[in-house]
């Protein structure tokens, strides 16, 4: 539940941003609303299709097809958690700069009112694709579905409600932070999706298992008890791991830290030299 939360919330966030920043820049620009609705419509669109899309292609398959299909969907998923740590660590603060920059056009008329439509549909779009390919990852590797539905809808009502407060000027977050303290969490999830895709190969006899259990914990916290369910599905949680799951999940975490980090002096190093 709270991994689902998490990942609707950072990506409807990034959304509710970008959306923000446009209508506070294009404030006074007529029929601005119908246009940036119909971007933010068709963007929507777009991503139900992938979604049913995915649905169904799941569905499809049995066997091992299931289990390679399985693991497919995690390990693009990890890509996708892995390539937002990295862009947003290095990128964040400029996202604001340059919807802002698109704003001003088009109250000055340079550039037409379709380009409202086009910025909000190809950002809806790409934050709800991201989210179906994220949630087809945790379901994918979780046991029950409900708490991830939940944690999803409250994830999406947070960060709307968090954009229309930010729109109204009721408060201020520094969004710079905020990205910040969200991809520690983003690193473990993905991490946790890595060491299931591992499990998921191995049971389609691609991977070996390096120890089929490597400790047990199941005294301390048993998969079917409260903690171990949220653990589980939020950093990948098992209480017998295998081997080739610790192997994967320790590489996801030192290769996250090792490229956020190098993103973060290349972007330092440029912003230095422009």
């Known amino acids: 539940m709270l991994a689902a939360l998490l990942v609707v919330f950072r990506e409807v966030m990034e959304a509710a941003l970008v959306i923000t920043v446009i209508l506070a820049a294009t404030r006074g620009v007529r029929q601005r609303g119908r246009y940036i609705l119909m971007g933010i419509g068709a963007g929507a669109a777009g991503a139900g299709i992938l979604a049913a899309f995915t649905g169904a292609l799941s569905n499809a398959m049995g066997g091992i097809g299931a289990e390679i299909f399985n ?35 088009i109250a000055l008329g340079i550039k037409p009112l379709s380009a409202l439509a086009i910025v909000s549909a190809t950002t809806v779009l790409r934050e709800g694709s991201e989210i179906v390919l994220f949630m087809q990852g945790l ?9 991830l539905f939940i944690g999803g809808v409250f994830g999406l009502v947070a960060a709307v409600a968090v954009g229309a407060l930010m729109y109204l000027g009721m408060v201020r977050i520094p969004i710079g932070k905020l990205f910040s303290a969200t991809n ?26 390096f120890g089929s259990r490597v400790w047990d914990t199941s ?50 190093t440029s912003s230095a030299t422009a």
């Open 71 to 105: 693991a497919a969907v995690l390990l693009l998923a990890v890509g996708l958690l892995s390539w937002h740590v990295i862009w947003m660590g290095s990128h964040g603060k400029e996202i604001a700069a340059e919807v802002k920059r698109l704003g001003r056009d």
């Open 139 to 147: 379901l994918a590797s979780a046991d029950h579905q409900m708490p």
């Open 184 to 209: 520690a969490l983003l690193m473990l999830i993905a991490a946790g999706m890595a060491g299931k895709a591992a499990n998921y190969l191995v049971a389609a006899g691609l991977l070996p298992e």
């Open 219 to 268: 005294r301390l916290i048993s998969n079917d008890s409260f903690v171990g369910e949220t653990l589980s599905a939020f950093m990948g949680y098992t209480a017998t791991p295998t081997g080739i799951q610790l192997v994967f999940f320790v590489a996801t975490i030192a290769a996250l830290l090792f490229l956020a980090r190098s993103g973060s002096i290349v972007a330092r």
